[in-house]
Structure formats: structure tokens, C-alpha cells
């Protein structure tokens, strides 16, 4: 218990940058709004949020082998370019020459994607997955370069990603993503299982274990996390109330629901991530 309070990093208050981000989002685009012809982490994806009615384009960084933040979900290229390589094995140059499947558009830089969102006003969430003191760096010049305190917030599902970022500069919104048997299944409705034998049966002890911190907000209390990201099927009323006593919105991701979205928007009042902006009820 000592330990918890010891390096537990405090919850923000009602700052006015906090307050202006969790007003200002609704819906978001996750991994931009991305249908049709436009790529998903996609500048045209990022764009189309804002077109659709959006306020806020999620975005997954990976990391070059020369050390260049780059917008991609999967470690490797291969599901959206046909080129099976993994991203920590190429430059920054090498990156730049690839497209997406079908197309001509070239997949974005960190860099790239978070000028374009602020040439056009779009808030922006940096999805992070293995974070290093070089990314934090970046992250934090891009905040303050920009002004971006009211209009970005950095999330993952790794608790150490999130509190190294908030201990870096506790001024920035971060979130903790969290869904039921994240560990023991592959996929969003956890029907898959991940492993076989023993390491199933202790992924679904440590699912057990890491739901009791997530739910009792134990885990984002000590990570000073503002929001907690709940997959949509684990949101609930009770769950929104408990945050809210303890300073900490709730989100959910991800819906394509038009009867899901509209109980979250309008019923529970949280913001969510959805695939395509365009079909949210309005």
C-alpha cells in the first residue's frame, strides 16, 4: 500500500485543458474514419473524421529501425502494403516508398500526421505500444510546439507506456485501454484464445487479476490516468459513476453499432471510437 502511494502518479483536477478535451470529443474516427477507398492511418483518414462530423482521429505509432516515429497499427506492413516486413527493420526512407494496397497514398510519418491534424483541427489520440525516452521526447515537443495540451491524448494498453509519458509531463492526457480477457484472447469479443495448455490457463488467471485493478480503477489511479478506455460491451452506468467519483472519464471503443453508438452518446454520455465516422447516428 506504502509503494502505491510512493510512486503513484496524482490524478489531474479539473484543469481547464482537460475539461476542453472531454467537451470538445464526442466521436472519434479509430484509426481514422476509414472506409471505402481511404486507408485506415491514412492522412485522407484523419481528414475524413473531420468531414464526417467527428472531432478526434486515433492514430498507432511504430517505430523505425533508425528511431522515426511512423503511423502504422501493425508491427509489420504486410496486411496494408503486401510487403511482409516488420517496421523495426526498415528506415524512415524505406517507409516513405511504401503505399497502401490498391492505392497511391503513402503511409504517414508521426510527424507528418500530427501537422496535418493541426492544420485542420483535429484532436488527436496517439495509440502507443512500446514506449522509449526518444518517443517521449517527441511526444512532448510536438505538445508544447504546438499547444497541443487541450488536443491530444496518449493512450495504450500497456500500464508502463502510459505512466512513463504521464511522469514525463503530467500536464498530458493519458488513458489506460483495457477489455475483458485482453491477454487470453486474440480478438475484440475474446471468443479466440491466445494460447493452449498452462499458458491459457495463466493468461486467464492474470486477465482475472488485472480485471479486478482496472475495474476497482486501482490500475488508473495509480497510473494518473484521465480517461480509461473500456471496450464498448464493457461499459456500464455503475462503471461511468465510480470514474466520475474518482476524476476519471470513461470512453469506449470500438462501436459500429448506429443503436450502440446512439445508447453510448446519448444515454451514457461518453465519447467513443468508431470505423467509420460517416454512419454514427447524428
Known sequence: MAAFFM?????LGNEAHKTAFFTAWKV???????????????????????KEGGQLAEMDIQITKDNVPVICHDSNVGRITGVDKEISTMTVNEFRQLRYLNTNI???????AVAHCVANDIMMIWDVKNVDEALITEFVTQIRTHNLYSK??????????????????????????WRMWELSTSDEEATVQQFTGALQAIASVLDVLVYGLARSLIMPKF?????VFYHVSDINRFLISDAASNNIYV??????NAS???????????PFLTDNVSTVPR
Open 28 to 50: 472519434g474516427g479509430h484509426r481514422g474514419s476509414a472506409h471505402g477507398d481511404i486507408p485506415e492511418n491514412s492522412l485522407e483518414a484523419f481528414s475524413a473524421v473531420k
Open 223 to 227: 497510473l494518473g490516468s484521465d480517461v
Open 152 to 177: 491530444v491524448l496518449v493512450s495504450g494498453f500497456y500500464p508502463t507506456d502510459v505512466y512513463m509519458v504521464k511522469k514525463a509531463d503530467p500536464k498530458i492526457l493519458t488513458g489506460f485501454t
Open 260 to 270: 450502440e453508438q446512439a445508447w453510448l452518446r446519448y444515454f451514457l454520455g461518453v
Open 106 to 112: 503513402s503511409l504517414p510519418t508521426f510527424a507528418e
Open 251 to 256: 470512453a469506449g471503443w470500438t462501436s459500429n
Open 7 to 11: 510512486f503513484r502518479i496524482p490524478q
